[in-house]
């Protein structure tokens, strides 16, 4: 029965104690009598020893001792011991005084039985403890990786705990570039020195691996020992970001390797929860173009706010498979419904909103690859993201929706590319659709109390979004090499996915202070070469300059050297957050909105010069001059690592 309730490992630590308890009075009276115990104490010590154990065991068994592993065993576990032992060790007394034997016991054995028994029973878990975790250093440390840990704070410490109980991983040393920690050791751990100084500890005690153990640590000490480890051909790692720790969502423990998101070190963002739960929490959400990288990510960050459902609406069927699959494992509580259309189809967007009756839409759907839009598929990209805009705001407008957001692109900014120019064109679709409901409005409060508030995000490229560089990039480093670049000063913004879709949420909320229409601009930070984006991942992987080449294949159609975040007639105002503004873009009118639809309407098929042509006339910014387009032979000589200060 007991076996059956407690399990065996239960019993074994059961009846370790309670022969330990037996074990620590005997050797009490040992001690007392210089191990020669007189006869009459043999004799008496039979009577009063079972009652001892029994009682001391049931405050062992009260107390909760055997809730825990020993192989977790920690201060905790020794202070219930240390209660255990001195409230049995006081019940034992008054027992024995009730009944008139405690005159019989000497005062020094009722000092040293609870002090051995202490011993004994913290010893005895300490000691499996370091077994399990081969403190002991047996054979199996010496399979393990070696490691050195950049950093000899907390969480450093907490990592070296951590480690202590793997099998994979032994901590040889620290290296902070705090003078004061250098020679001194932290939970057995010696702190060898100076950041700096990596290289020489690395040779000198043979070590594989690093782990940056600094959460909040500066992107240049990312990217500096990135390099140092590039170098002298060891592993670079880091733990969680502090955010992720202090929300509880991992551990130190979960190392990883160093990614391009933290090498460019971005500040977390701060959001307004409490102003994006009263926006999302218990209502349901479309998001278009959901099975694409920020549309996906979007939905990930709006499940945090538990809506009453998510309605992810993808033209592209596998995409839309792939996002389905991840989401039912993942997500299995959240109403979620999946469903393809084409944003251009009025009557499948009547449907799906009159099933659903969404009150925010997140505009994702777009096509947005540059080069792709430029040659042979002008016409689709100005349907899909000008005239698709139109149709699906004009049904959310029909059908109460509360915010509408337009995922917007840098590249809508004095636009020299058809996917740039039809991002702005869609924008001004909403400009102009906001400005006909603020006008409708204020002639018939009684009819729209509560007009649709249209918000536009603009931000640049995103991390490892589809269609980016950086997968490109590692399938070429996969391949062995060169990384193409079509520019040695071509500079673009980027940000991470996660990061991205957080801000278009938070801009989402602060749409609408100003009557609505507005167009956000993230915050991008500075512009990153791309000849040093590709840098890092060539070191990310392990390699050097000298294992894969970099060449240079002349830009492309549509793209520039550098995107922008404002026309040259914009400015910005602030708002409240810090890392987004709003852009005093040029204002359209109803009549300008109306006149654009009736031509779109009428539009089939347009070769890419007339979609150019048109779109001239209606993007005041863009302009179909061709940036000069510089071509550069694919055997040129390695590109050689750029200095970063």
């Known amino acids: 029965m007991f076996v059956s309730r407690f399990g065996i490992r239960t019993l074994i630590a059961f009846t370790h104690d309670l022969v330990a308890v037996a074990v620590a009075w005997w050797f009490a009276y040992l001690f007392r009598f210089n191990f020669e115990i007189p006869s009459t104490t043999l004799a008496f010590l039979p009577k009063v020893l079972p009652w001892i154990v029994l009682i001391q065991t049931s405050f062992f068994l009260w107390l909760g001792l055997y809730r825990g592993l020993w192989r977790y065993a920690s201060l905790p576990d020794l202070k219930r011991i240390f209660v255990a032992v001195v409230s049995g060790t006081a019940t034992v007394l008054l027992v024995l005084w009730l009944l008139d034997l405690l005159a019989n016991i000497p005062g020094s054995v009722i000092l040293l039985a609870p002090l051995l028994l202490l011993l004994i029973m913290g010893g005895s878990r300490l000691a499996y403890r370091a077994w399990k975790e081969h403190r002991l250093y047996g054979l199996e440390s010496y399979e393990a990786k070696l490691v050195l840990i950049i950093g000899a704070g907390n969480t ?4 070296v705990k951590d480690l202590a109980r793997s099998r994979d991983w032994h901590v040889v040393g620290m290296l902070d570039d705090d003078p004061r920690k250098w020679g001194t050791r932290l939970l057995g751990v010696r702190v060898l020195g100076g950041i700096n100084e990596l290289p020489q500890w690395v040779q000198k005690l043979n070590v594989g691996h690093v782990i940056i153990a600094i959460p909040s640590v500066p992107h240049r000490i990312h990217r500096h020992t990135l390099e140092m480890c590039s170098e002298i051909g060891v592993k670079a790692m880091t733990v969680p970001s502090y955010a992720d720790l202090i929300s509880g969502k991992t551990t130190v423990s979960k190392i ?256 609408g202070t100003k009557g609505g229409g507005e167009i956000f601009v993230l915050d991008m930070g500075n512009p990153v070469k791309i000849v040093e984006l590709a840098n890092d991942l060539i070191h990310l992987s392990g390699l050097g ?99 970063v200060n």
Not at 156 to 159: D, G, K, S, V, Y
Not at 597 to 602: N, V
């Open 156 to 159: 450093a410490m907490n990592l």
């Open 256 to 511: 990883r390797e160093i990614e391009l998101d933290d090498l460019l070190g971005r500040a977390p963002v701060v959001l307004d929860n409490d102003g994006l739960h009263s926006l999302l929490t218990g209502k349901v959400i479309l998001v278009t173009g959901a099975g694409g990288s920020i549309g996906s990510e979007l939905c990930r960050q709006l499940i945090i706010f538990n809506p009453d459902r998510i309605v992810l609406l993808e033209l592209n069927e596998l995409a839309l498979y792939n996002i389905q699959e991840e989401f039912s494992q993942r997500f299995p509580d959240i109403n979620m419904s999946f469903l393809i259309g084409d944003i251009k189809d009025h009557a499948r967007m009547t449907q799906i909103f009159t099933q659903f009756r969404p009150s925010v839409v997140f505009h994702a759907a777009a096509y947005k690859h540059v080069p792709l839009m430029e040659q042979e598929n002008a016409c689709q990209a100005l349907l899909n993201n000008v005239l698709g805009t139109y149709v699906l705001a004009q049904v959310a407008i029909n059908f109460g929706v509360e915010k509408f957001v337009l995922i917007s692109s840098d590249k809508a900014v004095n636009p020299i590319s058809i996917m740039g120019a039809s991002k702005r064109l869609a924008e001004m679709v909403c400009q102009a659709l906001q400005q006909s409901i603020l006008k409708h409005t204020r002639l018939d409060q009684a009819i729209r109390m509560q007009p649709t508030c249209f918000v536009m995000v603009r931000f640049g490229n995103v991390l490892g979004s589809t269609g980016s560089v950086i997968p490109k990039f590692r399938e070429q480093i996969a391949k062995g090499g060169p990384i193409t670049v079509t520019h040695p000063e071509m500079t673009r913004y980027f940000m991470s996915i996660t990061e991205a879709a957080q801000l278009v949420l938070q801009a989402g909320l602060m749409g």
């Open 545 to 643: 300059e000298d294992d894969i080449r970099i060449v240079f294949s002349g830009l492309r159609p549509g793209e520039k050297l550098h995107e922008e975040l404002l026309a040259t007639n914009e400015n910005t105002l602030p708002t409240p957050h810090e890392k987004l503004r709003i852009a005093q873009a040029c204002q359209v009118d109803e009549q300008w909105l109306s006149d654009l639809i009736a031509w779109l309407s009428k539009v089939t098929v347009l070769s890419d010069q007339e979609v150019r042509d048109q779109l001239a006339k209606w993007v005041p910014e863009y302009t179909t001059k061709e940036l000069e387009h510089i071509n550069i032979p694919f055997n040129l000589e390695p590109v050689r690592k750029v200095q």
